[in-house]
């Protein structure tokens, strides 16, 4: 259901209504038991919160709900996930769940605790579960050197159940645990917490007042495809250290839409394009970009890179008869679909024309 008010505004009352009596329905028809953290905090409101729920053929798969001091890096906080009986290979690594963790205290309090792995530890643990300990494998990782950046995550079987524990703030042989009975307090505290969060990001100090577009020139398209040769350079190190793909944290939200529409408008006023024609033109230079990080070291932190960097940027505004004219027009070719009937058409002959640019400037610079 759309919920908005008469002047066109969301109601955010009615959104969050809906929200909570969708939870309801959903988590009646739980078929497992669903745990949370045992603490003392009483009716703290929005110290108790359903995160999320999964489902398959909608069928309840999985529940999360996480319980303590979300704004404070130093918690304490428990995440508890509950997933069904099911393949414990269907679920994430610990050290992923540590991440998600990290992810949340950046979306929630603008804190980046870092994308590398600090102290790493294997424990063996003790949880209480009901009444019962329960034996526990975790993985600790820990990033400043006062103890606030540590992050654990462990997990057990319960039953026919798996759970996966995350916490910070406190030891996990600490952590008892209990069957939730009513989902209430949870639900409604989803509601209070989505309250709190928006207060606190509203009350963040504002950046300073945008440049006007006559003073930006061709910022907002440099800044836009630094940034995605960036991501690309992320993933891919990722990827060779054999870890699962996921973007730096600096590098995701709402900062790169803003990038974005600012570099759309820039190419509007630059190039005199309509909005459609600069949206597919800052979408090509992105990908131009992007792609050729992805095959080419050198496009990252070299001279070399950085000249490519602004020959893209000035031919994609400015059509300019840049060094590389070449390879910028067999990227045209190749992102208009190419023909690969034509050696022309290729990502061979895209490739090799970057690659001769590269040489004769290379040559270039060492006669100097």
Request: charged share 25%.
């Amino acid at each position: 259901m759309m919920w908005q008010g008469t002047g066109g505004a969301w109601d955010l009352d009615g959104v969050y209504a809906d929200q909570e009596a969708y939870g309801r329905r959903v988590l009646a028809g739980a078929g497992f038991p669903v745990f949370g953290w045992v603490h003392g905090a009483g009716g703290v409101p929005g110290w108790d919160v359903l995160a999320e729920y999964g489902l398959a053929d909608g069928e309840l798969e999985s529940v999360e709900v996480r319980s303590g001091d979300w704004s404070s890096v130093h918690g304490p906080y428990v995440t508890v996930r509950t997933h069904r009986a099911g393949p414990a290979a269907l679920l994430p690594d610990l050290e992923d769940v540590v991440e998600d963790e990290r992810d949340r205290v950046y979306e929630h309090l603008g804190v980046d605790e870092g994308d590398t792995a600090g102290g790493v530890r294997a424990l063996r643990e003790w949880i209480t579960v009901d009444g019962e300990p329960h034996p526990v494998q975790v993985h600790e990782d820990s990033r400043a050197a006062d103890g606030h950046g540590t992050v654990w995550a462990g997990r057990l079987r319960v039953g026919a159940t798996t759970v996966t524990v995350t916490g910070r703030g406190l030891a996990p042989g600490s952590v008892e645990l209990r069957r939730i009975t009513d989902f209430e307090r949870y639900i409604v505290g989803r509601t209070v917490m989505l309250r709190q969060v928006a207060a606190l990001r509203a009350d963040r100090s504002p950046a300073g007042p945008a440049p006007e577009p006559t003073e930006l020139g061709l910022q907002a398209h440099r800044e836009l495809v630094l940034q995605a040769v960036e991501r690309t350079g992320a993933m891919l190190a990722q990827q060779r250290a054999g870890r699962s793909a996921r973007l730096p944290r600096h590098l995701r939200g709402e900062d790169r839409q803003a990038r974005w529409e600012t570099a759309v408008r820039q190419q509007m006023r630059l190039a005199s394009e309509t909005r459609e024609e600069a949206d597919e033109a800052v979408t090509s230079m992105v990908n131009h970009l992007s792609r050729l990080a992805f095959h080419a070291d050198w496009v990252g932190g070299t001279i070399e890179g950085a000249a490519a960097v602004e020959e893209v940027v000035r031919y994609t505004a400015f059509a300019s008869e840049v060094p590389s004219l070449p390879a910028q027009r067999a990227w045209e070719r190749l992102w208009a679909g190419g023909t690969p009937e034509l050696p022309a058409g290729t990502e061979d002959a895209w490739l090799t024309a970057w690659e001769q640019w590269r040489v004769e400037r290379t040559q270039h610079r060492a006669r100097r």
